[in-house]
């Protein structure tokens, strides 16, 4: 994975377990109860409390949108999460969206969200943010750029 060209990319809040199996490469697919917008083709992790840093990103290789059942079994030999968490987490949900997994990379060195941008809060789900390789808006942003060319 090079490093994201100007544009948006998501934030996404993910519980440190399940973004370290994204990483290691065990989790292909993240589940979500929403797309991402087209546009986005990069995915940051922000991995939750007691963690609280972005350490790793991902590139969408693409989605898998339907009901929550057929799409579990089509992913759950890599899903990276029990059955029951499934179910639990779309419990009355009509449909489920997969967002699979490509080019995981850990970044070297872990940012907290205001390094990346002072008015980023924790998002419930995921948040966009624009990036602009030429002209960083941070300290942060500059080092993300570097992380994520470094990577590949």
Do not use: C
């Not at 939750?48 to 057929?70: H, K, L, N, S």
């Not at 030429?134 to 990577?151: K, M, N």
């Amino acid at each position: 994975m090079g490093a994201p060209g100007a544009g948006r990319v998501a934030v996404m809040s993910i519980h440190p377990q399940f973004a370290a199996r994204i990483l290691d490469g065990t989790k292909l697919v993240e589940f979500r109860k929403r797309r991402l917008a087209p546009d986005v083709t990069t995915v940051l992790l922000y991995a939750t409390m007691p963690v609280a840093r972005v350490i790793g990103a991902f590139e969408v290789a693409g989605y898998d949108v339907g009901a929550p059942t057929p799409v579990w079994e089509r992913h759950k030999q890599h899903a990276g999460i029990s059955r029951a968490g499934y179910r639990r987490y779309f419990h009355g949900a009509p449909s489920a969206v997969g967002i699979l997994v490509k080019d995981a990379r850990t970044l070297a060195y872990p940012l907290t969200l205001a390094e990346l941008d002072k008015s980023l809060r924790v998002p419930q789900s995921f948040v966009y943010l624009t990036l602009n390789p030429g002209e960083p808006q941070s300290v942060g942003q500059a080092q993300l750029h570097r992380d994520l060319a470094s990577t590949h």
